[in-house]
């Protein structure tokens, strides 16, 4: 009985899987892509490449990065020194075209610093990637939403 149970379960967990299997958009770096024209500031760093707009930054960290908090204070830093002023509340935008590693519980890190952050969107184009955000959801304090294509995560963090 337990043996059919499981076989029940499992093979309605793979019929589950695949109807919510997703076809994932081609990797999209802000570069190749038509928002660089209203772009601000790019700067680059070792660990990545960032784009800071009107109302958000986004981030494409390079491949095999472990990005910690010592990385995102460079980075926080710089957008400070733009605006000439620590009183910026941006949106981010993670767009993960690249696989690296992070530590999720930097987030409490940031908002300990008493940074802020408005919205957060992540661009996924992997099904681990949309895994992983699961748990870098616990850490944040702000609305935070997944996205296939960058060009719906900008239009949400650019909305109301």
């Not at 990797?27 to 190749?32: F, H, R, S, Y």
């Not at 958000?56 to 460079?74: N, P, Q, R, T, Y």
């Amino acid at each position: 009985m337990q043996r059919s149970t499981f076989g029940a379960l499992h093979f309605s967990l793979l019929y589950l899987r695949g109807c919510i299997t997703l076809h994932y958009a081609p990797k999209m770096k802000l570069e190749n892509s038509p928002l660089k024209k209203k772009c601000l500031l790019k700067f680059s760093e070792p660990f990545g490449e960032f784009y800071l707009f009107e109302n958000f930054l986004v981030s494409e960290i390079a491949e095999g990065v472990h990005f910690d908090w010592e990385k995102a204070e460079i980075i926080i830093h710089r957008v400070y020194d733009y605006f000439g002023t620590k009183d910026v509340e941006l949106g981010y935008l993670s767009n993960r075209v690249n696989s690296y590693s992070i530590t999720a519980q930097d987030w409490l890190k940031f908002y300990k610093e008493r940074h802020t952050v408005g919205r957060v969107a992540i661009v996924a184009y992997e099904e681990k990637g949309f895994l992983s955000v699961q748990l870098e959801k616990m850490f944040t304090r702000s609305t935070y939403k997944t996205f296939h294509s960058l060009e719906d995560a900008v239009s949400w963090l650019s909305s109301d």
